[in-house]
Every structure is written in C-alpha cells, then in structure tokens.
C-alpha cells in the first residue's frame, strides 16, 4: 500500500499540474470506487475550480470551490496525469478537466476509493480517523501514546495515533532506532522513543526525497516508478547482511504484518 511518501509525491505532482484548472465531466467506471455524502452525485462537480491539492495522511485532497474529492489508493490504486496512453484495464473513474487535460484511476483490486463531500466536511470526517503527521508530535504527546502494552511496530501501523506510516517504513525507522519490532511500547526508554521518532521522521523524508518506494504497483502522478526501493536498509531482504553488523536479516510477524529486523542490532530484551 502506498504510504505517506508516495502519497506526497503524487501530491506535489498534481498540485502543479491541477490547482486552477475547472472540471467538466467525472466518469466513473466501477461504482464501488465512489462514496458520496448524502444529497451529492458527480454531477455536482461540474464546472468546480480545483483550488488545492492537499494530504493527510495516506489520503490526497483535491480541493475544489464548493466540494472535497478525497482519494484513498489503498493497495494498488494508480493515478495517471496526462498519460501517453492511457490504462484500459482496471480503470475505475476518469476526471476530465475543462482545458482537456484527464486524470485516471486504475486500481486491480477495486480496494481505491474517491470520496465526494462538501467542502466543510471533510476536515470533521480525517479529523476522527487520522491522528496527527509524524512532524507534528510532541514529546507529550508520544510519551502518552506509548503507555501501552501494544507492540511499537503495531502502533507506529495505528493511524489515529500517527498517520502515514506503513510496513516499509516503520520497519526502516525501527531498524535505525535499533528497537525490535515486538518491543512493547511501554518498554521504551525515553531515549528509543526520542531516536524512534526521530527515524521515523528522517525515513519519511528520505522516502519523499527519492519519490517513493515502488516494489509493484506505485507509480508517481508522472507514471513514472520511485527510487526509494534502492535506499531500503532492511525491508524485504530477509537473509542478506545487516548493513551495521553483517548478521542475517530476519523476518517475524508482528500484528499479522510481516517484520524484518536485525536479530543483533535490534535485540529483544
């Protein structure tokens, strides 16, 4: 699933190529890819001015005059801009704007969702379901969080309690914090919390950075795949050599998600 990093660089991509274009048709092709607040319909959308390109989270925000499109990619959803050719299998809504340009959405496993509300909603709706950006925790604040008996992988994986992070990059920010992945949360010493969150921040910025990790299905708003794969430390190479201590990388499953760590460097006490 494409997490905070890929999001923002599909953001930042679309926000160039969106902001003051109007739309004229939206098309959906796959009914279930859609969810509209109660008295909307697409044709609402009709000749609405896109103001911003916004995210929370693993969640873009197109911001139009009146309305919110919100999308979700969940595990493959794809958005292309303008593409050579465009994807014939798996789309599932297209937005035309009025100069021309479109926007598709192709998504193998229908999991993708487009979201229509009305422009002082959506703030309420992300409010209750997404906790704040890594960037915007206090030392507070996290220390109240971590007073669980929760694993630290699961609850770096809880968006209410930070948004954006998913299997790759927590499991990144872990192994550089030197902190196990079944760690429980109220085992950490102030210190494993202050480096955690610090990791936890400068993975996601290398993520931004090198736009994105694409293993399969992510793609940038250009079509064009992230780099960040290559700059992986730990994830996915389960029997290679730790890049600190050469000991085989190994792989657990914590809260039903798969886990990669270094048995030495990330001991559990």
């Known amino acids: ?85 465009p994807p014939i299998n798996h789309l599932r809504w297209v937005l035309t704007l009025k100069s021309g340009s479109k926007i598709y959405f192709r998504d193998v496993r229908k999991f993708g969702r487009l979201f229509i509300y009305p422009k002082d909603d959506v703030k309420y709706l992300l ?14 604040y996290w220390q109240k969080k971590l007073k669980s008996r929760r694993s630290i992988k699961t609850l770096l994986l809880d968006q209410k309690v930070i948004a954006g992070i998913g299997n790759i990059y927590a499991d990144e920010a872990l192994y550089r914090a030197f902190i196990h992945p079944k760690k429980k949360c109220l085992d950490l010493t102030l210190k494993q919390a202050l480096d955690l969150l610090k990791e936890v921040r400068t993975v996601l910025d290398c993520g931004i950075r090198y736009g994105g990790t694409s293993f399969r299905d992510y793609l940038g708003g250009d079509g064009k795949k992230g780099n960040m794969q290559d700059h992986l430390l730990i994830y996915q190479k389960t029997g290679g050599l730790c890049p600190r201590c050469g000991e085989r990388i190994a792989k657990t499953k914590v809260g039903g998600r798969s886990s990669h760590f270094c048995p030495k460097c990330q001991k559990l006490d």
């Not at 896109?50 to 958005?79: A, C, F, P, W």
């Not at 379901?129 to 030392?139: A, C, D, K, M, R």
Request: hydrophobic share 35%; with cysteine.
């Open 1 to 85: 699933m494409p997490e905070l990093p890929e999001v923002e660089t599909i953001r930042r991509y679309l926000n160039l190529k969106l902001v003051n274009e109007c739309i004229d048709n939206l098309e959906v092709l796959n009914e279930s890819s859609l969810r509209c607040a109660k008295g909307l319909s697409v044709n609402d959308l009709k000749n609405q001015y896109i103001k911003s390109v916004s995210r929370r989270g693993k969640y873009l925000n197109i911001g139009l005059e009146d309305y919110n499109l919100v999308i979700h990619l969940k595990m493959t959803g794809q958005i292309y801009f303008n593409p050579p050719i």
């Open 127 to 140: 409010a209750g379901e997404i906790g704040p950006e890594p960037w915007e925790i206090n030392l507070s």
